[in-house]
């Protein structure tokens, strides 16, 4: 008779576990869906698949997934990425491992198309991209009678990392080859600053390029990688096929819930991988063993000391100065219109309030270009005198985030929100509408 007692005890212990975790499921369904349709304006169940992971609602600026190190070393530029496809569809990393739908050199395909390139860093590289995806510029360009009916054609010679004079020497390359421009815009900044500095405080010359990226390269040619950064290397190569794995299972999600708990995990997966990039950034230009330039197969030119603050920001700006002129003076040679965007980054302070949630996204203590931005953006807004003397179409960004009210900043370094991307474009494109208002039409 206990026996019987304590069977049925168990049975109605089970059914009512298992009506609890149904109602559980229900409930968790239920506010999967209202979380959806809020964030996508659409019912989960009947909503408009698609293979873009972009259309998931996962940020996954910054990883390719399948590669540990995208970078490839180029004789002229420095370094480029490597060719190959790239997770947005319609674009690819192509034949000179700038992140686009074409090939270079493009050559037109009718008479109404107008090539606008875009020189600069990531921030310049996402630009192009989101101007691609979004025709800001054409659509506004097209208000102006002799842009009527015209196809803006974006060549992005940008790439995360850049500075000058790799934008002069990726502009004049082209032309060398033969490449038709009709605008060029320049979108940097920030990578002159924080970069050139970092090159700085590794005795690499300033004007060289970044010692994050190219050190690292020579690093791996000569067999140098310091054990911490091949450490973060090994954990990128592991992070990524699961973040691979989770968007195919995110992608085919039958329930609203599930598609909640996978996109947190891809999302924890992406917070993992980028750490373990910012790791890998700080420990690669660093080896083991120290031999300088005497057994690299790559020269690199090196200074005798740390320059101070006062010394390697000023350099470093005239230096960002004197190599925009000479973008505007070869531009200008060819009648091609040249408009310099100096790029907004939360460091500089401005009028902006930063609401509590977007701090955490945008600032970190130990940031590496926190103090260099501080110390050198004043810097660089004191040479727009000398760039608008130069006949240079300047454009001073650093307020435009200001009024939003959504955050704008991706993270703690200098990338934006799809609302920052809008502002920018916005203030890129009426920048240069307002120049060629009584322009004649392009060539």
Same mark, same amino acid.
């Given at each position: 008779?206990?026996?019987?007692?304590?069977?049925?005890?168990?049975?109605?212990?089970?059914?009512?576990?298992?009506?609890?975790?149904?109602?559980?499921?229900?409930?968790?369904?239920?506010?999967?869906? /209202?979380?959806?349709?809020?964030?996508?304006?659409?019912?989960?169940?009947?909503?408009?698949?698609?293979?873009?992971?972009?259309?998931?609602?996962?940020?996954?600026?910054?990883?390719?997934?399948?590669?540990?190190?995208?970078?490839?070393?180029?004789?002229?530029?420095?370094?480029?990425?490597?060719?190959?496809?790239?997770?947005?569809?319609?674009?690819?990393?192509?034949?000179?491992?700038?992140?686009? +739908?074409?090939?270079? +050199?493009?050559?037109?395909?009718?008479?109404?198309?107008?090539?606008?390139?875009?020189?600069?860093?990531?921030?310049?590289?996402?630009?192009?991209?989101?101007?691609?995806?979004?025709?800001?510029?054409?659509?506004?360009?097209?208000?102006?009678?002799?842009? %009527?009916?015209?196809?803006? /054609?974006?060549?992005?010679?940008?790439?995360?990392?850049?500075?000058?004079?790799?934008?002069?020497?990726?502009?004049?390359?082209?032309?060398?080859?033969?490449?038709?421009?009709?605008?060029?815009?320049?979108?940097?900044?920030? #990578?002159?600053?924080?970069?050139? #500095?970092?090159?700085?405080?590794?005795?690499?010359?300033?004007?060289?390029?970044?010692?994050? $990226?190219?050190? !690292?390269?020579?690093?791996?040619?000569?067999?140098?990688?310091?054990?911490?950064?091949?450490?973060?290397?090994? #954990?990128?190569?592991?992070?990524?096929?699961?973040?691979? #794995?989770?968007?195919?299972?995110?992608?085919?999600?039958?329930?609203?819930?599930? $598609?909640?708990?996978?996109?947190?995990?891809?999302?924890?997966?992406?917070?993992?991988?980028?750490?373990?990039?910012?790791?890998?950034?700080?420990?690669?230009?660093?080896?083991?063993?120290?031999?300088?330039?005497?057994?690299?197969?790559?020269?690199?030119?090196?200074?005798?000391?740390?320059?101070?603050?006062?010394?390697?920001?000023?350099? /470093?700006?005239?230096?960002?100065?004197?190599?925009?002129?000479?973008? $505007?003076?070869?531009?200008?040679?060819?009648?091609?219109?040249?408009?310099?965007?100096?790029?907004?980054?939360?460091?500089?302070?401005?009028?902006?309030?930063?609401?509590?949630?977007?701090?955490?996204?945008?600032?970190?203590?130990?940031?590496?270009?926190?103090?260099?931005?501080?110390?050198?953006?004043?810097?660089?807004?004191?040479?727009?005198?000398?760039? %608008?003397?130069?006949?240079?179409?300047?454009?001073?960004?650093?307020?435009?985030?200001?009024?939003?009210?959504?955050?704008?900043?991706?993270?703690?370094?200098?990338?934006?929100?799809?609302?920052?991307?809008? /502002?920018?474009?916005?203030?890129? !494109?009426?920048?240069?509408?307002?120049?060629?208002?009584?322009?004649?039409?392009?060539?």
């Amino acid at each position: 008779m206990k026996n019987f007692k304590f069977l049925h005890k168990a049975k109605e212990g089970v059914k009512i576990g298992l009506i609890n975790l149904v109602v559980l499921f229900v409930f968790l369904e239920i506010g999967s869906l /209202i979380f959806y349709y809020f964030k996508h304006q659409q019912f989960y169940y009947t909503r408009e698949r698609s293979e873009n992971v972009q259309d998931l609602g996962i940020n996954l600026e910054g990883v390719r997934v399948g590669e540990s190190i995208v970078e490839r070393l180029h004789p002229y530029f420095g370094y480029i990425q490597k060719p190959g496809p790239d997770f947005r569809p319609g674009f690819k990393y192509n034949n000179y491992g700038f992140i686009s +739908p074409y090939d270079y +050199p493009y050559k037109k395909t009718n008479p109404n198309q107008v090539i606008v390139g875009v020189l600069g860093g990531s921030v310049a590289s996402n630009y192009s991209i989101y101007e691609i995806q979004n025709k800001i510029l054409e659509k506004k360009l097209q208000q102006l009678p002799q842009f %009527k009916g015209k196809e803006l /054609i974006i060549l992005s010679l940008a790439i995360g990392g850049y500075k000058q004079p790799q934008q002069l020497i990726a502009l004049n390359y082209m032309l060398a080859l033969g490449q038709e421009f009709d605008l060029v815009i320049n979108i940097d900044g920030f #990578n002159e600053i924080a970069l050139s #500095n970092l090159n700085n405080q590794s005795k690499l010359d300033f004007a060289m390029p970044s010692t994050s $990226h190219v050190q !690292a390269l020579t690093g791996l040619a000569n067999n140098s990688l310091s054990t911490k950064a091949l450490k973060a290397l090994l #954990n990128l190569k592991d992070t990524k096929p699961k973040i691979k #794995n989770a968007l195919e299972t995110l992608k085919d999600c039958p329930l609203a819930s599930c $598609h909640v708990v996978m996109s947190l995990y891809v999302q924890e997966l992406v917070k993992t991988y980028r750490r373990d990039v910012g790791r890998f950034e700080r420990y690669r230009q660093k080896p083991d063993d120290d031999n300088g330039n005497s057994e690299s197969v790559i020269y690199f030119y090196m200074e005798d000391q740390v320059f101070p603050d006062d010394k390697i920001f000023q350099n /470093i700006t005239n230096y960002w100065a004197k190599n925009s002129i000479l973008i $505007h003076q070869v531009l200008a040679a060819n009648n091609i219109p040249y408009f310099h965007i100096l790029q907004p980054n939360q460091y500089y302070p401005t009028q902006r309030v930063f609401s509590e949630p977007e701090k955490k996204v945008a600032f970190s203590d130990d940031s590496p270009y926190k103090d260099s931005i501080k110390k050198g953006y004043p810097l660089l807004l004191k040479q727009a005198d000398e760039l %608008k003397a130069n006949q240079i179409n300047f454009f001073n960004g650093v307020s435009i985030l200001d009024n939003a009210k959504e955050p704008v900043y991706i993270d703690n370094c200098c990338h934006y929100t799809k609302p920052g991307e809008t /502002i920018l474009s916005n203030f890129v !494109a009426d920048s240069i509408v307002n120049v060629l208002k009584n322009k004649p039409t392009p060539k």
